[in-house]
């Protein structure tokens, strides 16, 4: 059998935070950004800059601790989240748009014409930076197919490098994912984020993946918004001699017995986390 090259989006630090009762200092977002990148993760979504000065010095420090791993720095759909990221030297520029005519009409009071105008603009904005652009598809799991296709046709005019199908509420099946992306037109990297309201993120991000998206995005023990994320230690060992996603699960088990203590406070206390990981 062919083991297939797939890539991890790790997005503990976003989504991940998102959990309740969960709450990182800038020291531990650093820590926990340098033990991921020398695990071997592909890309981490270190957070959203637009949230104010600190999450921003996290991001610059985030940047200096990691030697491989590219930076992401999630925004809304607006010109002031962008600023906020580019000034922090992300990497990756993510420019969530919301999909489903419901988010459109509740959450931006616009229509379909206005979102492909203001992602235009978004987009113009982060290439005059001469940053990379991802766009992602916010509640996909409930948007038009039609217009998801006109996103992505929209996203691959724009230089969009990377496409993030979004379920957002947690409610797709591995066939749902599967039919979703089999209508996607090629000419662009996908990416799976799945949610686990139903328990199903890891078997929804596996089918994502088989049906051919490049990037799985995951969280350290499943931590994320409501129910989770994916959770990456299951998902390589779900997808073990079939996926290749750089990362050896001895080494992820070993990180996460270190990080325990840092993500789940109420066990241990800060100070017994590794001064080498803490060191700035």
Known sequence: ???????????TLRDGEQSPGIAFTLKEKVAI????????????????????????????????????????????????DIKSSISCGADIIHVCVPASDLLIREKLRKNRAEVLEQLTACADF??????????????????????????????????ASTLRISDTVGIMSPSAIKACINQIPAGIDLEIHAHNDLGMAVANSIQGLRSGAKYADATLFGIGERAGNCNLEHLLIATKGQL?????????????????????????????????????
């Open 244 to 280: 290749d996603f750089g990362i050896r699960l001895d080494d992820l088990r070993l990180l996460q017995e270190i990080l325990s203590p840092v993500i789940f406070k109420n066990r241990h206390t800060v100070h017994s986390f590794p001064s080498s990981l803490l060191a700035r």
């Open 33 to 80: 950004a340098r033990a991921l990148d020398q695990l071997g993760v592909s890309r981490i979504e270190a957070g959203t800059p637009a949230m104010g000065k600190e999450e921003c010095q996290a991001f610059e420090k985030i940047r200096l601790a990691c030697r491989y791993a590219r930076i992401i720095a999630w925004n809304r759909m607006n010109l002031d």
């Open 126 to 159: 982060v290439h005059s930076a001469n940053k990379e652009l991802t766009i992602g598809l916010e509640d996909a799991s409930r948007a038009d197919r039609d217009f998801i296709v006109r996103l992505t046709q929209r996203a691959i005019k724009l230089g």
């Open 1 to 11: 059998m062919t083991i297939k090259q797939k890539y991890i989006v790790d997005t």
